[in-house]
Each structure stands twice: as C-alpha cells, then as structure tokens.
C-alpha cells in the first residue's frame, strides 16, 4: 500500500474517532483537535456525509469576526452493523449491534450438534442467524468471536480450548469465507471485559480486571486502557493460583486450577459434597447440589451452607488481593454464574479485603450478565473500524 493511501486511511479513521467521540463537533474543531488542513477534513467528512457514517445536525455560533456558524456533526450509530459470536462450552451468543451497542438480533444456541464438526455447525448457525437479523451483510463492519480457551488473537488461532476439545484451530481462516470481516479472535474472558467496559459495569477506569467466576475461575486484565495478554497470552489465568502454598498437588496442575477447584460453581459443589457426612441435618442432604443450591442454604442459616460459602469468599478474597497488589486496578469487576449471586456474595469479598488488604480497589458486579461476551465481540469490529481497538481508555456507554 502506498504511503498516500496509508495516510489518508489513517486520517479517515481520525476525523470518525473525533465525530464518534466528541459529538456534536465541527469541520473546524476536528481539523484544530487533529493537526490536519480544514480542506482535507472536508474531504473526509464529504465521503462519510455520503455513505452515511456521519450526518449533519445544526449549526453552532458564529464566529467572533462575523463569520458564517459552523455546521456541527454527529455520528450515525445505524450506518453500519457488527456480528458477535461468544462461543461456550455447552451454548453460543450470536448478537448484532448497531455500532453504539444497540442489539438489533440475538440467538442462543447449543455448541454441539450430533454428526456435525462443531466448527461447521457453528458456521452454519451463524450464516442462518445473519440471514435471518434482516442486515445487509455490505452493512457490517466485522466479526467478533469469543472463545473459552487459549487464543492467539493477532493469527485468530485457538491454541487450545478444554471444553470444545480444540487445539490450534485457526477460527478465522474457518469462518472467513462465511462470516463478515475482519474477524477478530480472542478470550472469552477478554470479549467480557470489553462488553463490560463499552456497554456495562466498565465505566471510565483505565486499570481495571474482569473475573468470572462460573464452572471454572479466569480473569482479563486491562492496563492503561489496553488489554494485557502476557507473554504467551496466559494473563488471567487465575484459576491455577495456589491457595495453600503448603500443598502439594499429586494430580496433573495443567488441569482444573487450584482456585478454581475451592471456588468456582465445580469447586463449590465439590467443597459441599467432600463435607456433607459431617453435617447430617444439612437441607443438602436431599442431594441436587450445586453453587445456587449451596448459597441457597446459606442465606436460610444452614451451616453447611454458611461454612461453605464463608469459605469461598474467604478463598475469593485471597485471590483478588494479589491482583490488588500486583495490578493496583481503579476496580475489580465481578461476572460469570456464581458471581451473580449478588450483593451477599460481594458484600462479603469486600469485608474479607478489608481485614487483609490495606490497598483500595473499587470492586462491583458485571451487568450484562451472560450476554457480556457477545457484546465484546461485537464490539471488537467496531473499534477496529473507530481506530480504538487495543486502547479502551474512553469507550464506556457514557459516550
């Protein structure tokens, strides 16, 4: 590509940022924010006039000299769609915004279908699903997909994912032909994050960490506005944190983390289960143990069920409490199924961190729930486009 094109891509993606960001702005105060000529401003605003990203929407003052007022202008969140997709271990999201985060269309559907590769059905579903949102697929930006495992998310590679019993899948070259680019590939955890960040419980925070905590524990950590993947893409994977650092463990560590054993949904069911036969009068001796189940017996006074979510909380707080010192983050955002518990569950971490951890974190509830990840995703094409993907430091709703 030839410098000159490269410049002027770069530019038009400036002059959107500056209209997506601080609307309603004019010609004049975006050639002034950005250091470029008011003419080529014009040029750019010319085209995106024409295909509909931009719209003029009244005129400010005038100038102090007696001049004509400017023409003010204003994003148009309708011009363009993007495509979600958040693919988990049992169910998959598919979402289509508009490009402010409006849902247009959402489908859940099983991961899995009988005789079919997963991948392929997986592809199928989604081209269904788009045919049926009723976009035009010239109107979408791109594609975002979240994936439950280890990502190399700048080759769209699934390195590796337990729960779909993938290793090293390239996810983009499998839906290119199927789905509207660019395809962008990451976490599901990450995806989350940025859901959260654009559309929920994010806000304005820079440092910030997302931890979900449902069948398994993991975590997404932005830094300076940027997601942090680590040097081989394992940040976050707090579910392997020890708890003990006296215990040895005799089974294979690249399995299920030590964290995630005491605290996720599993490791709560497996704390209740190991500790039944000590309680003979627990309500949980009726069997049908789960987390929901174990805190629901906590909250009418069983003392199973108080020892075990106690205990939890306690194994929780340990956990956040490094990401604290490590990190030091403006907040901590909890989601996933188990987190959903709600202010009992939270309520108690942030006393526990209070007793052990003298440095202060902001910590709350996700808002969006399970749909976090599907707006990541499509999320993701949309920042692409807006020049801002990579750097999330001012995306929050509030926008």
């Known amino acids: 590509m030839r410098i000159g094109t490269v410049v002027r891509n770069v ?16 010609r004049a105060e975006i050639a002034k924010r950005l250091g470029i000529s008011r003419s080529v401003v014009s040029n750019i605003v010319d085209d995106l006039l024409t295909e509909g990203f931009v719209r003029e929407v009244g005129k400010g003052d005038s100038t102090v000299k007696g001049g004509r007022p400017s023409v003010h202008l204003e994003f148009v969140p309708t011009a363009r769609y993007s495509f979600g997709m958040d693919i988990g271990g049992t169910k998959t999201l598919f979402m289509v ?8 269309s959402q489908r859940k559907i099983p991961s899995h279908r009988d005789g079919l590769d997963p991948v392929e059905h997986l592809r199928k579903e989604a081209q269904i699903f788009l045919e049926e949102s009723g976009v035009s697929l010239d109107k979408f930006v791109g594609s975002g997909i979240g994936v439950p495992g280890l990502v190399n998310h700048v080759d769209g590679t699934v390195v590796a994912a337990p729960g779909l019993n993938w290793v090293d899948v390239n996810l983009r070259e499998a839906f290119e032909s199927s789905l509207p680019g660019p395809i962008i590939i990451d976490n599901d955890v990450n995806m989350a994050l ?18 979900s905590i449902g069948t398994g524990i993991g975590a997404a950590l932005m830094i300076d506005g940027r997601i942090h993947r680590g040097f081989e893409g394992y940040a976050g994977e707090v579910g392997y944190v020890p708890v003990d650092p006296f215990a040895d463990n005799g089974g294979d560590i690249s399995q299920f983390g030590a964290l995630e054993r005491l605290a996720s949904g599993t490791g709560i069911r497996l704390q209740a289960e190991t500790l039944l036969p000590s309680y003979p009068n627990s309500t949980l001796q009726a069997g049908d143990i789960r987390a929901e189940t174990v805190f629901e017996a906590a909250s009418h006074g069983d ?14 707080a340990f956990a956040l409490a490094h990401m604290i010192a490590l990190v030091n983050p403006a907040s901590i955002i909890l989601g996933g199924g188990v987190a959903q518990r709600g202010e009992v569950l939270i309520d108690g971490i942030k006393q526990r961190l209070k007793q052990i951890m003298p440095i202060h974190t902001n910590l709350k509830l996700a808002k969006l729930g399970e749909l976090a990840g599907a707006y990541g995703a499509s999320a993701c094409p949309i920042f ?8 999330f430091s001012s995306i929050s709703k509030s926008r």
């Open 97 to 104: 915004t508009d490009l402010s985060g409006s849902v247009i």
């Open 194 to 211: 940025i859901g959260e960040k654009w559309m929920g419980a994010g806000g304005d925070d820079k440092d910030t960490i997302f931890v």
């Open 303 to 316: 003392e199973l069920g108080l020892y075990v979510m106690d205990r939890t909380i306690k194994y929780l």
């Open 11 to 26: 530019n038009r993606t400036n002059v959107l940022r500056e209209v997506w960001m601080n609307q309603p702005i004019s």
């Open 384 to 391: 692409v486009m807006s020049g801002v993907y990579d750097s």
